[in-house]
């Protein structure tokens, strides 16, 4: 080594060149330490939510999935309660500079699919409880709370989709080392009831908990089931008007309403109305009569089609029920080249109890054109709902044309939704609005599939 060194002096470019070795050898070295270095401090980083200050940590963890299979054997007569636990928890750790940290969180139950029923047809059997970090939790919108043959919590028998357990939940850290956690406690009971539970032997149900510092955005799907009983169904309306509403028969209307095929929205047949440059209106009334009670409050709603532009500018439609005034609803813009709907909420107060025609509007204002009528519709709001019925846009936004009496479910989910429904009449053409597709099994699921927007589907023959 001492004889290279010597050489290395008397030789200075031989130096220069061996101290250039030496150098890159080094930066090689200080290149690939610093890289190894950060890449595992961004592994370490990357599963922590920071928001206040940059060494806050604020972190989840959540336990198995829930689960029950309910078989003879596990579910035997006259036996014990099928259990399954599980807990979710957020763990927070304040900064070491103020060792303060107070932060929020969401918790989110998820039901995807679910083809459990009542045996019986009414009796809770499946009881979700929860104990949050306060204690436990009583009110979860959409689900009915209670205690079930000696069980208190949720029934989720036939509930499907997205629930809000809490939203923007407070929690707070004093400590940069002892960790402030909140724990949410979840049981499953599957209850042993005595009456014959054979129906479900086989049914599935998907259970997700969700814990993240992000509010959980979702599809909103509402089914209209068609004379056809939907599980767990959020109510039940009934069209007056039956099946006249959607123009598919030849009667039921006058001789102003000529049945068409060439624009329809619902069946086959549409009601086409012609409006002459000679008359300010043309309208077109039931042969029938339906039951007025003027205590109750009612939705009527007819929905209105036509192709050209100039009549859209100036043409309204409305809609009168009795054909007397105060009208029911009128001067409703029809659009061109798309279905307008043509509705109102209303009392009938001012009229005494009886049985009256119902009568469309075509205001065509002496300008001569075209329009078309489907899918008419008159529902006593009172009787359905009581005091507490829902206004126009929440109707004419979650309500598509129906006969007859419907159930009707509206959930909230992630991805996909399901719906268990009592098919008796074997019903199997499904409509959705916003190009959403949905199909039913021969079990009575429907499936909806998700495509990242809000639906509505009828289910009808």
């Not at 997205?162 to 956690?181: F, K, M, Q």
Request: hydrophobic letters at 35%.
């Amino acid at each position: 080594m001492s004889k290279l060194m010597d050489r290395l002096k008397q030789n200075k470019k031989l130096l220069a060149i061996g101290i250039l070795i030496i150098v890159i050898f080094l930066l090689l070295i200080f290149r690939i330490t610093y890289a190894y270095i950060a890449a595992r401090i961004t592994e370490a980083t990357g599963n922590i939510s920071v928001n206040s200050d940059t060494t806050d940590n604020l972190s989840f963890a959540i336990g198995d999935p829930l689960s029950i299979d309910a078989t003879p054997t596990t579910l035997p007569e006259n036996g014990t309660n099928l259990v399954d636990t599980t807990t979710a928890s957020a763990t927070l750790i304040a900064n070491s500079t103020n060792n303060t940290a107070e932060e929020t969180y969401y918790v989110y139950l998820n039901i995807p699919n679910n083809s459990f029923v009542y045996s019986d047809g009414s009796t809770p059997e499946i009881i979700l409880t929860i104990t949050g970090p306060n204690g436990e939790i009583t009110n979860i919108e959409g689900l009915t709370y209670g205690t079930f043959n000696g069980i208190s919590g949720f029934d989720i028998t036939v509930a499907s989709g997205l629930y809000s357990i809490a939203s923007e939940y407070l929690i707070s850290s004093n400590s940069s080392i002892d960790s402030t956690v909140q724990e949410w406690n979840f049981t499953l009971t599957y209850l042993n009831l005595g009456i014959d539970q054979s129906v479900n032997f086989g049914n599935k149900m998907n259970i997700e908990l969700l814990i993240n510092s992000k509010q959980q955005t979702s599809n909103e799907y509402t089914l209209i089931a068609e004379n056809t009983e939907i599980y767990g169904n959020d109510y039940t309306l009934t069209n007056l008007l039956d099946s006249v509403g959607d123009f598919e028969a030849s009667g039921g209307w006058d001789g102003n309403c000529n049945m068409d095929t060439s624009i329809k929205k619902y069946g086959n047949y549409s009601c086409r109305a012609v409006g002459t440059s000679g008359s300010l209106e043309t309208t077109i009334s039931t042969t029938a009569t339906y039951s007025l009670d003027n205590s109750h409050v009612y939705y009527a709603r007819v929905e209105a089609f036509t192709e050209d532009t100039a009549l859209a500018s100036s043409a309204t439609g409305g809609i009168y029920w009795p054909i007397q005034e105060p009208h029911f609803v009128e001067a409703v813009p029809i659009s061109a080249n798309d279905w307008s709907i043509i509705s109102l909420v209303n009392n009938r107060s001012s009229f005494t109890n009886g049985t009256y025609q119902l009568r469309l509007d075509f205001n065509n204002n002496s300008v001569a054109g075209t329009i078309y009528f489907d899918g008419a519709m008159l529902i006593d709001l009172t009787q359905s709902y009581g005091a507490n019925y829902p206004d126009k846009a929440y109707l004419d936004s979650h309500l598509m044309y129906f006969s007859g009496t419907a159930d009707v479910k509206t959930i909230n989910s992630i991805t996909d939704g399901t719906f268990k429904v009592n098919n008796i009449n074997n019903y199997n053409q499904i409509t959705c609005t916003n190009g959403v597709t949905a199909s039913i099994d021969d079990s009575g699921n429907v499936l909806f599939n998700g495509s990242g927007q809000d639906a509505v589907c009828r289910l009808s023959a």
